[in-house]
């Protein structure tokens, strides 16, 4: 990353822009948010295994000057931004459901969504909307 400056104030716009919460269609969005299922579903993506590119916490770290709540921020090559939607396009949702383990999730301290208490189907249905998303 040759500018952190450009980097920060970038991230602070698409943080303004999420924050007004006016969703627009993806092909017009800056930005894409999966929410908070982004832990639950990194989990059955790791329990899954064959994901080429750790979307979640892999890439490079952007040195940038303010901290962010959730750890630094990372960006991909647009290599494994490829080589990441490729495998994520050809796993369908179902795939990752059989990996579905709320006693592993919770060992393991995943961030859990307020569908978690719920019924299974109703987390899992929560979940499958934010992947095909």
């Not at 400056?5 to 627009?24: K, N, R, V, Y």
Request: net charge negative.
């Amino acid at each position: 990353m040759s500018d952190p400056s450009w980097a920060q104030e970038h991230i602070d716009e698409l943080g303004d822009a999420w924050a007004e919460g006016e969703p627009l269609p993806p092909e017009k969005a800056p930005f894409f948010s999966i929410e908070k299922a982004w832990h639950k579903l990194h989990h059955l993506l790791a329990a899954h295994g064959g994901m080429p590119v750790d979307i979640i916490h892999g890439g490079v770290e952007l040195p940038l000057e303010d901290e962010l709540d959730y750890g630094p921020a990372r960006y991909l090559s647009p290599e494994d931004v490829a080589r990441a939607g490729g495998f994520l396009a050809a796993t369908p949702f179902n795939e990752l459901a059989r990996h579905y383990d709320m006693a592993a999730m919770r060992r393991a301290e995943t961030h859990l969504l307020p569908e978690s208490d719920a019924e299974v189907p109703a987390d899992l249905d929560t979940l499958r909307h934010r992947y095909e998303s």
